[in-house]
Nanobody
Framework: QVQLVESGGGLVQAGGSLRLSCAAS????????MGWSRQSPGNEREFVAS????????YTAISVKGRFTISRDNAKKKVYLQMNSLKPEDTAVYYC?????????????????WGQGTQVTVSS
């Protein structure tokens, strides 16, 4: 497992942008596929983006496709989520996740390392 710490959340107006960062500690970061999921009150956790260990493959949920971009910097042991054209329905706690395999995955259950979450609030 890796230890994960998110940052970059906050309050933004609709149409604005935010970039979330996730710092990882532990060995062999490039062997971990990474992802971002989100959860808002009363809703199930939704997986929004995933990236392979090398960064060559990504997955983006239909709900955020064209607006959110996941990327990673293995030298810095960081993964990012660039969020553009934010909508009020994007309001949620965003969690960084890691899995001990290099391939992308869109299922929450396939990830075994989680950060504490960072709040993103989009006002209308």
């Amino acid at each position: 497992q890796v230890q994960l710490v998110e940052s970059g959340g906050g309050l933004v107006q609709a149409g604005g942008s935010l970039r979330l960062s996730c710092a990882a500690s532990g060995r062999a970061f490039s062997m971990y596929a990474m992802g971002w999921s989100r959860q808002s009150p009363g809703n199930e956790r939704e997986f929004v983006a995933s990236i392979s260990g090398s960064g060559s493959s990504t997955y983006t949920a239909i709900s955020v496709k064209g607006r959110f971009t996941i990327s990673r910097d293995n030298a810095k042991k960081k993964v990012y989520l660039q969020m553009n054209s934010l909508k009020p329905e994007d309001t949620a706690v965003y969690y960084c996740a890691g899995r001990g395999q290099i391939g992308v995955a869109a299922e929450t259950w396939s990830y075994d390392s989680w950060g504490q979450g960072t709040q993103v609030t989009v006002s209308s």
